[in-house]
Structure formats: C-alpha cells, structure tokens
C-alpha cells in the first residue's frame, strides 16, 4: 500500500512490462499535445498525462527536434519520422 503522498497524480500508470508491451496501445496525441512520462510516479508504476502544450513547451519541442534533425543529419540515420521526438 502506498501512501498518497507518494503517488503522483497522472491520467493513467502502466507498471514497468505493460509499457514495454508493443501491443499496448497509448491515448493518441493531437497537434499541440505533449505526453509527459513521469517513472515510479506510484512505486513502481510509470505515471503518463496527456495535455496540451504551453507555448514555452512547443517552442522547445521544436529545438529538440532541431537538434535531432543536426544529429542525425550527422550520422547519416534519415529515418527521423519514426523517432520518439516527433
């Protein structure tokens, strides 16, 4: 049993292996949406909240990529569609 002030509050939790599962499918993320990841946000459980983005996270979201971009033009990997950073 965990105490609620150790659980941080989150839409959903998925334990270590359910979020390693390919077959667990996450809540879809619009434009102007971010998914914040927050580990052991309840013990061992990963806590997950889907929102929109403040103005000051879609700014830095693009410098991210940005630099994912540099990175990969760099080492030659072209594929970045399918990165986590998209």
């Known amino acids: 049993m965990l105490r609620a002030s150790c659980v941080a509050k989150h839409d959903y939790y998925l334990c270590g292996p359910c979020d390693k599962n390919n077959a ?4 879809p993320r619009f434009d102007g949406m971010i998914r914040i990841i927050d580990l052991y946000a309840a013990g061992g459980f990963i806590g997950f909240t889907t929102r929109m983005a403040t103005v000051e996270e879609l700014e830095s979201v693009e410098r991210a990529k940005a630099i994912r971009d540099a990175a990969n033009e760099t080492i030659g990997f072209e594929d970045s569609e399918n990165h986590w950073i998209n």
């Open 24 to 27: 667990y499918i996450h809540s």
